[in-house]
């Protein structure tokens, strides 16, 4: 009885010391930084009621004229280094990439296949991985893949219609959902080959189960905190994070369709079909001239599940938050509809991959909805050596710190963007994106670890963007919420609610 005592006790004392010395981290290192809550750290409020959005805001703008190229943070209960230098987070996304390869996030290839994808494995695994996909995202394949994406809008152009009737008025659209349609349609087809026909039938499988990646949790707060806070412990724990349904069904998904393909040997234009080849490879000569193995079946799952729940989600929201912006500024909506129509008009009235292209000031108008809504808020490295912050000596990273970029603070910076909660595409005119810096602008990340999918995000949006303004005068309405009000239980900013707009046809 005693020896269990003692051990409890020996063990709570562990706990209880590991747990102050990582909040004393920072105290420790002599760097400015909030005093941490013993259970989120600096994230009070995290999945309550505060989105991560307005924690990196707040936290930012306090520190930002501070002098100091970075403070310190604790997510949940691990030390960050806060980056509110733009110049330092290009030295760690460009310059001195190599010492910010990895991400540090928790995956699990042996328990938690899923997690295995290309934005959370590190170190060589992650390069080479790069390397195999990089071919599948090239403006060539993209263009590939346009004709399956102009089909599936051609289909949300029609629903639409369907339910905006031809008269003065026109109907009142809650476009979230719309868009969340649309999207799962094109990604299920183009990195599943599956008709979803979500456009047609709301509720299906392949859309519950994209939702819940989002909002539903495999373990309580407490054991996602440890796998958030710790992640290569998680590992060895053998812990998983996806919930049970959502693994099962995307795992037997995969594995049914590459079945299929392989015994009727049958072939599509998407990203499933460009997987399929590599696995079928079985070996694979980088760019460096070395060979590695193809890809395996739970490689090859990650690879899709990621860029369907990446796909969908990010280009969803970004549609409906611009058109949200687009029936509040109808001078910036009118100016848009007259670029297409005038695009179209010298393309023969045809969407197509020439057409979308030219479409300059649509690009713009999207690029500035990403800036006013960064879908995810922070972008994360780790250092991988102890780096010297270049001009601040006093300042080190030490190896193996978690590395936060608040990408979300950075484009509500009045320095950066004057006035910078007022929507304006003419932030982002060729002269001005050419006089800005990179960093300045992170919804894909950048450096070699940005989004691999960024044109295909930017194509699906371009496409359902303009079938919608080519067609429909966008306006608020008695159901518009304004401002928004955003869930805290999300990774990424969505709403609470749906966005209501009134569409009258053209």
């Known amino acids: 009885m005693f020896v269990v005592i003692y051990l409890v006790i020996a063990v709570a004392s562990l706990l209880a010391y590991l747990f ?20 989120y750290g600096n994230l009070l409020g995290f999945r309550k009621n505060r989105i991560v959005h307005d924690i990196m805001c707040d936290y930012y703008n306090k520190y930002r004229k501070s002098g100091n190229p970075f403070v310190g943070f604790y997510f949940l209960h691990k030390p960050a280094a806060f980056i ?10 460009i310059k001195d990439f190599s010492n910010f390869a990895d991400r540090g996030q928790f995956h699990n ?3 938690d296949p899923l997690t295995q994808h290309l934005f959370n494995i590190d170190g060589k695994k992650w390069k080479d991985m790069r390397q195999k996909l990089s071919p599948t995202f090239t403006s060539g394949k993209m263009k590939y893949m346009f004709p399956t994406v102009i089909k599936v809008s051609e289909e949300f152009a029609t629903v639409m219609l369907e339910q905006v009737p031809a008269t003065p008025n026109g109907a009142v659209i809650e476009i979230k959902e719309m868009m969340a349609r649309f999207t799962t349609d094109v990604i299920g087809t183009c990195a599943f080959g599956i008709e979803c026909n979500t456009l047609r039938t709301p509720v299906t499988d392949f859309r519950t189960m994209g939702q819940k990646v989002f909002t539903d949790l495999r373990h309580g707060p407490l054991l996602t905190m440890f796998i958030f806070s710790f992640p290569e412990m998680a590992k060895k724990l053998r812990m998983r994070i ?13 594995n049914d369709t590459i079945a299929l393909r392989e015994r009727e040997n049958f072939k599509r234009n998407d990203f499933m079909n460009l997987l399929i080849e590599l696995k079928q490879k079985g070996k694979v000569t980088l760019d460096n001239g070395e060979v590695v193995e193809g890809m395996n079946i739970g490689e090859l799952a990650a690879q899709v599940f990621v860029f369907y729940v990446a796909g969908f989600e990010t280009s969803s929201s970004t549609m409906s938050y611009c058109l949200y912006e687009l029936a509040q500024n109808q001078d910036i909506q009118d100016r848009l509809r007259n670029e297409i129509e005038t695009v179209l008009e010298e393309h023969n009235g045809q969407f197509t ?26 972008l994360e490295r780790k250092a991988l050596n102890d780096y010297v912050v270049p001009g601040n000596p ?24 004057p006035d910078p909660m007022r929507f304006d595409p003419d932030r982002f005119t060729p002269e001005k994106v050419s006089a800005r810096d990179s960093v300045e602008w992170l919804p894909f990340g950048d450096g070699p670890r940005n989004c691999i999918g960024m044109r295909f995000g930017q194509m699906q949006a371009r496409i359902g963007l303009a079938q919608i303004i080519s067609r429909f005068k966008l306006s ?11 869930n805290p239980m999300s990774f990424v900013l969505g709403t609470v609610g749906g966005i209501y707009l009134r569409l009258e046809r053209v």
């Not at 760097?31 to 013993?38: I, L, Q, S």
């Open 109 to 111: 290839e042996r328990d």
């Open 353 to 378: 991959y020439e057409s979308i292209k030219a479409m300059r000031y649509l690009d713009q108008v999207i690029s500035e909805t990403l800036r006013l809504y960064t879908l995810v808020p922070h």
């Open 20 to 39: 102050h010395r990582n909040f004393s981290y920072w105290k420790r290192q002599g760097v400015a930084h909030d005093a941490p809550h013993p259970f």
């Open 84 to 93: 509110v230098d733009p110049k330092l987070a290009k030295n760690i996304l």
């Open 476 to 486: 608020v309405c008695d159901q518009t919420e304004i401002p928004l009000k955003y």
């Open 394 to 417: 006093k300042f080190v990273i030490e190896k193996g710190t978690q590395v936060l970029i608040p990408a979300c603070a950075f484009h509500r910076d009045e320095n950066l963007y």
């Open 242 to 254: 996806f919930p049970e349904d959502v693994h099962q069904f995307f795992m037997r998904l995969v």
